[in-house]
């Protein structure tokens, strides 16, 4: 069994200021972990993924996020927000088989100009 | 590449009608699935695929049916869509089950 906890239902930041996005996640078995994003009304997007390689993992647009196991965390942070990044965005993770993806509720990132 | 594909975008049905979604995808992916979003919910299995041929039921499949004849496909079928059943769809397909899945654009479902 798997599962996925988003720390914060909504987060605000100034343009320009650091974002963290918290996500705790469980799993039986070696994770695979990743982060999407869905801008309103979209599809979504894979921001990084972590499969069991360097643990500070480099995604798109600026983003990046931190495997630690001993504090079963996948937060995602970016130095400098953009009004752009204003979106959901979903912790996922997968143990493979009949779990799939498991999505955490989402965190709604807003960006005050 | 078109990636992965959805039909329709959006689709209104009354209690008790079927309908099924299309899903295609080009990119020779063995792994296929259908999620459901629901506000505040995040996006919840529904069904997937492995292979052509395999399905298996996710976490909510009651209510719908698939099927995998070729690679490509991976239809949703609404047997007597219900008003719990208005949710957004989506697509998914990867290589393999642990990989970086693609989504298609989504099907906006109401079901009156």
Redesign the interface.
Known sequence: AQS?TQLD?HVSVSEGTPVLLRCNYSSSYSP?L?W?VQHPN?????LL?Y?SAATLVKGINGFEAEFKKSETSFHLTKPSAHMSDAAEY?CVV?????????????THLIIQP | NAGVTQTPKFQVLKTGQSMTLQCAQDMNHEYMSWYRQDPGMGLRLIHYSVGAGITDQGEVPNGYNVSRSTTEDFPLRLLSAAPSQTSVYFCASSYLEMDEQFFGPGTRLTVL
Not at chain 1, 99 to 105: E, H, Q, R, V, Y
Request: avoid cysteine; hydrophobic fraction near 30%; charged fraction near 15%.
């Open positions: 996925v239902s695979s990743f999407y979209k599809g979504l997007q894979l993924k499969t979903f997968t143990g493979g088989g009949a779990d799939g993806l498991t999505f955490g509720k989402g």
